[in-house]
């Protein structure tokens, strides 16, 4: 009787396991079709979202399909074909990997990958997948047409890398040229151009490199300290801490970096703080800021230049014509381009009444491509300058410099006048004496008259008849004689000089 009620109890414990193992079997079969089922749709959300144009959003749906079933090689090709679809191509490698591992003869995606293999220069390795292509159909023209490139493509890799070696950089420049639209991807390649776009100065090129490779290559600190350094060679300052912050934003301690942002955020506030000075007028102040900048960057001729231009350009505001022409002079035995130089050592001249020499500096500004409007109109003050210096003149008349304040004028005006005053004169010639006392009134006039005063300065006689009408016609208050009388040697003359 023991034994029966333990054979049933054996029994049913199988009965009980073969119904557990069948339900969990029926489970899995269950959650096996609603995975493919959630899988397909979102396969099929990607595709419509893919013909829509919304790359990012089928992306999120394809990532989910190739979770939701990992052996399916076509959820890999598709996540591919939207990576290289939005520019991610380093991230559809692997899929296409993955996509030609599950499924060899997916001829499509070795095509795929072998024009990836391509534009990373790596071409042997592209050339296995054409030829692996049309070994299964010979007549695959996309594979025969991209295996029958490849040779002058290895041969322009094999020669760039020879041409570099040998330090030839016009050769490796021109051997890439033809090429790097196909090899796009070959981050070495781009460094060796890189390097030798710097040697040969032509900086943006070199940059416009360099900046690929921050993205071809992971957390690429050298590559940006690299840019940096081009973009402080050019003299950019705000430029250079862009790219160097880059760099420390991977590497707060970078050994060359670091150094760098240092010295140049030093510089570019010295600088920046010399402008601001200049702006408000504050010469002095803003000598002392571009001292400063020369013992900063003691070593580069770009910065050098840069301040003592700028403090060429003070010392004409401040009318100290000795140092600015020193200083401008300096400039431009080094730079003879510069043109902001050539302007305001121009504007010297003009001060110190050197008027053909200042014709020769806008002259020659305004020939440099590029030149500000400043140029043009310089050169056209300047020869009026020149034309009015040979003619009546009331800064030389007075003996006074371009400088002068209107109290200085003042002073001058009756000194002069004392001695040319006509009832004052000892001399034989009254008519000189007249004409030198009209003269001098004149010039009293125009040189007291702010708005006046301007006019000449900029090469204009306010009291030129040929240049007015209704200015002035023989003297500076209208009229005959000012003095009453005909002008004669007779008449008697009372003057104030108030």
Not at 253 to 268: R, S
């Amino acid at each position: 009787m023991e034994l029966n009620v333990r054979g049933v109890v054996a029994s049913c414990r199988h009965t009980l396991c073969t119904f557990v193992w069948m339900a969990l079997l029926f489970h899995n079969v269950a959650d096996a079709k609603a995975s493919a089922e959630e899988v397909q749709k979102h396969l099929d959300m990607g595709k419509k979202l893919l013909s829509a144009g919304n790359l990012n959003d089928a992306l999120t749906h394809y990532h989910a399909a190739v979770e939701g079933d990992p052996s399916n090689y076509m959820t890999f090709f598709k996540r591919a074909t939207v990576y290289l679809a939005i520019g991610r191509s380093k991230a559809a490698l692997p899929d296409l990997d993955k996509t030609l591992e599950l499924r060899p003869d997916f001829h499509a995606a070795r095509l795929q990958r072998a024009g990836l293999l391509v534009k990373k220069a790596q071409i042997d390795a592209a050339a296995s997948d054409y030829e692996y292509v049309l070994s299964k159909e010979s007549g695959n023209n996309d594979a025969r047409q991209a295996l029958d490139g490849l040779p002058a493509l290895r041969n322009a890799v094999r020669d760039a890398h020879y041409l570099q070696e040998q330090r030839d950089c016009n050769g490796v420049v021109a051997v890439l040229e033809p090429v790097m639209d196909k090899l796009p991807w070959d981050a070495y390649l781009r460094e060796i151009r890189a390097d030798c776009y710097m040697q040969m100065g032509m900086y943006h090129q070199a940059i416009s490199d360099l900046r690929v490779t921050t993205k071809l290559v992971s957390d690429n600190t050298a590559g940006y300290f690299r840019i940096s350094q081009v973009f402080y060679n050019m003299g950019d300052l705000e430029e250079t801490l862009r790219e160097v912050r880059e760099c420390l934003k991977l590497d707060p301690d970078h050994k060359e970096c670091y150094p760098l942002y240092k010295k140049v955020k030093k510089l570019h506030k010295q600088f920046t703080k010399a402008e601001e000075l200049i702006s408000q007028g504050q010469y002095q102040e803003s000598l002392d800021k571009l001292d400063a900048t020369m013992k900063t960057e003691p070593g580069m001729e770009i910065y050098e230049l840069r301040a003592l231009g700028r403090k060429c350009h003070s010392y004409y505001k401040m009318h100290n014509i000795k140092e600015a022409l020193r200083i401008c002079t300096q400039v431009l035995q080094r730079e003879p381009d510069n043109v902001n130089a050539l302007c305001d050592r121009a504007e010297v001249y003009i001060l110190d009444e050197k008027f053909q020499e200042a014709v020769n500096d806008f002259q020659a500004a305004s020939k440099i491509d590029g030149h500000p409007q400043q140029a043009d109109e310089g050169f056209q003050r300047a020869q009026k300058l020149l034309k009015q210096s040979q003619k009546r003149d009331y800064y030389k008349i007075l003996g006074l410099k371009r400088t002068c304040t209107k109290s200085e004028v003042i002073k001058a005006y009756r000194r002069k006048a004392m001695k040319w005053h006509p009832d004052h004169y000892k001399g034989k010639d009254k008519k000189m004496a007249e004409k030198m006392f009209i003269d001098l009134a004149a010039a009293k006039e125009v040189l007291t008259n702010k708005e006046k005063r301007a006019r000449f300065d900029q090469g204009e006689d306010p009291l030129d008849p040929e240049q007015q009408q209704g200015g002035f016609h023989g003297n500076p208050f209208g009229g005959g004689f000012p003095f009453g009388g005909d002008g004669g040697g007779n008449q008697h003359f009372k003057f104030h000089f108030g």
